[in-house]
Structure formats: structure tokens, C-alpha cells
Nanobody, 120 residues
Framework: QVQVVESGGGLVQAGGSLRLSCAASGSFLGISSMGWYRQAPGKQRELVANIPADGRRQYADSVKGRFIIHRDQVRRAVTLQMDSLKPEDTAVYYC??????????????WGQGTQVTVSS
């Protein structure tokens, strides 16, 4: 089994900062990529930031320059530092881990989600 556990989130005023953390554990050979997605009420889940094995970070245009994703390969963890938060960043944030189960078989796993609320 593979588990993805998130922590962080909460309520912050506009312009403030929050830090999300996520760790993957269980039986797998390695991690292909880890990233953060978010889903606001009435909207589809969208990519926020992703970091694959080659380290090339990907960001949604709406968060570039404000969010930074960092990956700790040893600890199988990823963090998302969110600065200059805006009310439109309010959403449930989900961590995703694509892991290598065996040979060329990969599996995608999600955390339970953590609420981020930015007040104006």
C-alpha cells in the first residue's frame, strides 16, 4: 500500500504565507513525481505545482513568483511554500505522488486534502 499524508494549511489574511507538507510512504521502488493540486468550490481540480524526478519544477501561471515547491527525495516528501496569498487561492489542496511500483508500472496516489482559506 502507498499512503500520501499532507499537513499544513489553514486560515490566513491576504498577503500572508502558508506552508504545506506532504510525505509518501509504503511499498514502492521510487517516486516519479510529486505535486500539489487544488480544487475550489464549483471548480475542477487544477495543477498548482509539480516536480518530477528530473527536478524541473512546473507551476500554474496564477502562482508563479509566489509559490515554491521543494522536494526531499530522501524523505520522499514535498513542500509548497505559498507567499503573497490571495483570496482566489482559497481551495482544498491535494498532494499527488506518482510512484514506481515495479519495473515500468507506476501508480498515482492522492492525499486526503487540506483546506487553505485566504481572507480579504
Amino acid at each position: 500500500q502507498v499512503q500520501v499524508v499532507e499537513s499544513g494549511g489553514g486560515l490566513v489574511q491576504a498577503g500572508g504565507s502558508l506552508r504545506l507538507s506532504c510525505a509518501a510512504s509504503g511499498s514502492f521502488l521510487g517516486i516519479s513525481s510529486m505535486g500539489w493540486y487544488r480544487q475550489a468550490p464549483g471548480k475542477q481540480r487544477e495543477l498548482v505545482a509539480n516536480i518530477p524526478a528530473d527536478g524541473r519544477r512546473q507551476y500554474a501561471d496564477s502562482v508563479k513568483g509566489r509559490f515554491i515547491i521543494h522536494r526531499d527525495q530522501v524523505r520522499r516528501a514535498v513542500t509548497l511554500q505559498m507567499d503573497s496569498l490571495k483570496p482566489e487561492d482559497t481551495a482544498v489542496y491535494y498532494c499527488n505522488a506518482v510512484v514506481i511500483l515495479r519495473n515500468d508500472v507506476r501508480g498515482s496516489y492522492w492525499g486526503q486534502g487540506t483546506q487553505v482559506t485566504v481572507s480579504s
